[in-house]
């Protein structure tokens, strides 16, 4: 299994640019997320899927769209980016069975000018 | 809404002395908390899952207790090294979302030989 995969592994864009993170999970489970994480702070949660077809808000939404329509993938797209969107991003899977552990993918870096 | 802190901030101890770090949460309703280990510029890792009807989980050097009546977690590290200097967090999850985490800060700790 790679587990949680997640592209590019750095980015930088220019202010207003659009892009899609990737995330990808082989592990067939129910719950992915997208979090930020900025300098001194934990981690935000953006987006949370429960399934295929549904997508939930989580505490820093705005700026942000997800889509999930297989159980493997759980794109995040900026739509307009802004310099407030410079952070790491990390994708999360969860599976319920065994307690609801979390595993993370490697981040994504980036920077946004 | 669950908040999530964790204090201190940071932790300087000298090589071979136990460490204690602590998280705090507002709501008792859990349904697991996770401990993770991050490195600078690096992702997560996962280090304890305890599920809200444990009181405990041990990992080789490191035990982390639950206590859900008080809103507290503490993760014991035996023994410290100074390859256990990192960035710990925990995370938690509720009962009505059990995939959705809030997460704490963090615990900077240095550990120096």
């Known amino acids: 299994n790679a587990g949680v995969t997640q592209t590019p592994k750095f980015q930088v864009l220019k202010t207003g640019q659009s892009m899609t993170l990737q995330c990808a999970q082989d592990?067939?489970?129910?719950?992915m997320s997208w979090y930020r994480q900025d300098p001194g702070m934990g981690l935000r949660l953006i987006h949370y899927?429960?399934?295929?077809?549904?997508?939930d808000q989580g505490e820093v939404p705005n700026g942000y769209n997800v889509s999930r329509s297989t159980t493997e993938d759980f794109p995040l797209r900026l739509l307009s980016a802004a310099p407030s969107q410079t952070s790491v991003y990390f994708c999360?899977?969860?599976?319920?069975?065994?307690?609801?552990?979390?595993?993370f993918g490697p981040g994504t870096r980036l920077t946004v000018t | 809404k669950q908040e999530v802190t964790q204090i201190p901030a940071a932790l300087s101890v000298p090589e071979g002395e136990n460490l204690v770090l602590n998280c705090s949460f507002t709501?008792?309703?859990?349904?697991?908390l996770q401990w993770f280990r991050q490195d600078p510029g690096k992702g997560l890792t996962s280090l304890l899952l305890?599920?809200?009807?444990?009181r405990e989980q041990t990992s080789g050097r490191l035990n982390a207790s639950l206590d859900k009546s008080s809103g507290r977690s503490t993760l014991y590290i035996a023994a410290s090294q100074p390859g256990d200097s990192a960035t710990y967090l925990c995370?938690?999850?509720?009962?009505?979302?059990?995939?959705?985490?809030?997460f704490g800060a963090g615990t900077q700790v240095v550990v120096t030989p």
């Open positions: 999360a899977s969860t599976v319920r069975t065994g307690g609801g552990e979390q595993y």
């Open positions: 709501d008792s309703a859990i349904y697991n």
């Open positions: 305890i599920q809200s009807s444990q």
């Open positions: 995370a938690v999850s509720s009962t009505d979302s059990w995939g959705k985490f809030q």
């Open positions: 899927s429960v399934g295929a077809g549904i997508t």
């Open positions: 592990m067939n489970h129910e719950y």
